[in-house]
Structure formats: structure tokens, C-alpha cells
């Protein structure tokens, strides 16, 4: 059974920072891309990030890019997105995915996990 499970999410001051984490389990996790999504209230759910399988390649919303982090460790079967000066903007429910890739998709992902809370006060 596969499942995807996140942790870390929380309340924060705007320039803070997070590192939100994903277990997952019940499927080979080094043969699937890894991804990060997030939905704010009101809003579509969209990309955040997305690193290979091996995770030599890594690619980020223009939104995030040089301030949050993609990485993987594929003997724990986990995947980390390190966030920093974070926004009020980036307020979001934060998801991970994983889709059987050897690139970085941005969308197409058929495993998600539950979401974690993340709020950034100003």
C-alpha cells in the first residue's frame, strides 16, 4: 500500500524557516520522482518543487527558487524541502508526490500524501 506521509509543517514568522519531510512507503521510492505541492485557501493547488529519482536533478517554482531546498535520501525512503525567508505568501497547505519519472515533472503525480500545515505570520 502506498502512502506518503508528511511532517514538519507549522506557524512561523515571515523570514523564518522550515523543513518539512516525507516518509514514504509500500512502493520502490528510488525509481519515482519526488515532488512538493502546495494549496492556499481560495487557491489551485501548484508546484513547489520537484527532484529525480536519484536526485541529481531539481526543479523549483519560480516563486521559491533560491529560497527553498529539494532533497532526498533514498536508503530512508524520504524526501526534505528545506524553506527559508519564508513569506506570508507562502502560506499553504504543503503536499508531497511521487510519480515513476527519471525526470522532474511538474504535474502527473498519481501518489500523494495528506499535507501539512504550513503558516507564516507577517
Known amino acids: 500500500q502506498v502512502q506518503l506521509v508528511e511532517s514538519g509543517g507549522g506557524l512561523v514568522q515571515a523570514g523564518g524557516s522550515l523543513r518539512l519531510s516525507c516518509a514514504a512507503s509500500g512502493f520502490t521510492f528510488s525509481i519515482y520522482a519526488a515532488g512538493w505541492f502546495r494549496q492556499a485557501p481560495g487557491k489551485a493547488r501548484e508546484f513547489v518543487a520537484s527532484i529525480s529519482r536519484g536526485g541529481s536533478l531539481t526543479n523549483y517554482a519560480r516563486s521559491v527558487n533560491d529560497r527553498f531546498t529539494i532533497s532526498r535520501d533514498n536508503d530512508k525512503y524520504t524526501t526534505t524541502l528545506e524553506m527559508n525567508s519564508l513569506k506570508p505568501e507562502d502560506t499553504a497547505i504543503y503536499y508531497c508526490?511521487?510519480?515513476?519519472?527519471?525526470?522532474?515533472?511538474?504535474?502527473?503525480?498519481?501518489?500523494w500524501g495528506q499535507g501539512t500545515q504550513v503558516t507564516v505570520s507577517s
Open positions: 508526490a511521487a510519480k515513476q519519472s527519471d525526470e522532474v515533472p511538474t504535474d502527473g503525480y498519481p501518489y
